[in-house]
């Protein structure tokens, strides 16, 4: 993964980029046996947005980011958390000690990750008894403020492949990963924003175009269409649900 397309993307990610539902990270610790005694390794975990989920229930977390622009942006966020950790490392290579966490959790970024060599890491930095936690905010496509802005994606951004990184229910490399044995939860979760989020969250995409490109204004006034089309009160509601599939790994 090449992840200089992030550069510059920190400010815009932490304006834009939306948390996850509670009820989410509710089930992660009361169902699945993640605890304030637990430590985490949150894998991919950019400006931190779900590193501070876990940092808010009291865990140990290891926010491993590859990016300097943005685990530096999550340092500014959660340096008044003692119990978080940024390293410099990637899915592939965490620099964490073999047998050192309870759990890997990666939001939004496994879409990103060599699949093989993703789960021999998280076999190698796991204890006998980890999980591995993939999750995601999912868009609701049959909304509409989701669809028109899937249009707008598609015209102007080369690089985009979906939403979500193209990851759909049970993808194939989600089965791949896990060996085909898992547990998938879901949580409605619509997301609110004001303009500047609104366009902040575009901007955040790893896909979007940036301020030097050819077609830059065109791509942002469309964006900034489509809340002008859908808002009422200075907020537009998009359909999105936050997503988590559940399971151990095993070496292949």
């Given amino acids: ?3 200089n397309r992030f550069d510059g993307h920190a400010d815009a990610y932490t304006l834009g980029r ?9 089930c992660l610790y009361d169902r699945y046996g993640i605890s304030p005694s637990s430590v985490i390794a949150d894998i991919g975990s950019g400006t931190g947005k779900f590193s501070k989920h876990l940092l808010d229930r009291g865990s140990m977390v290891y926010s491993v980011e590859p990016n300097d622009d943005m685990r530096l942006m999550a340092e500014k966020e959660l340096s008044g958390y003692p119990n978080f950790r940024s390293i410099k490392g990637d899915a592939e290579h965490t620099s964490l000690q073999a047998g050192s966490v309870d759990f890997v959790t990666t939001a939004q970024a496994f879409h990103w990750f060599d699949v093989d060599s993703f789960r021999k890491e998280c076999t190698r930095i796991l204890k006998n008894v980890g999980k ?10 049959a909304d509409p403020v989701n669809r028109r802005l899937f249009d707008i994606y598609s015209e102007y951004c080369p ?3 979906g939403f979500g990184g193209g990851i759909v229910k049970d ?4 089965k791949d990963f896990y060996s085909g044995s898992y547990e998938y939860i879901s949580f409605d979760h619509p997301l609110n924003f004001d303009k500047d989020m609104f366009i902040s969250r ?7 175009l940036k301020g030097y490109d050819m077609k830059y204004k065109e791509y942002l006034d469309a964006v900034i269409a489509v809340f002008d089309r859908y808002s009422g009160k200075g907020l537009v509601t998009i359909g999105n ?12």
């Avoid at 939306?18 to 509710?26: G, N, R, S, T, V």
């Avoid at 649900?241 to 292949?252: D, L, M, Q």
Wanted: no cysteine; proline share 2%; glycine share 4%.
């Fill in 1 to 3: 993964m090449n992840t």
């Fill in 18 to 26: 939306p948390d996850y539902a509670e009820e989410l990270i509710d």
């Fill in 132 to 141: 591995v936690i993939l999750i995601w905010n999912i868009r609701d496509e």
């Fill in 159 to 161: 690089e985009f492949k």
């Fill in 171 to 174: 993808d194939q490399r989600i």
């Fill in 202 to 208: 575009s901007l955040s995409a790893s896909y979007s």
């Fill in 241 to 252: 649900h936050s997503v988590a599939y559940i399971g151990g790994v095993r070496k292949h």
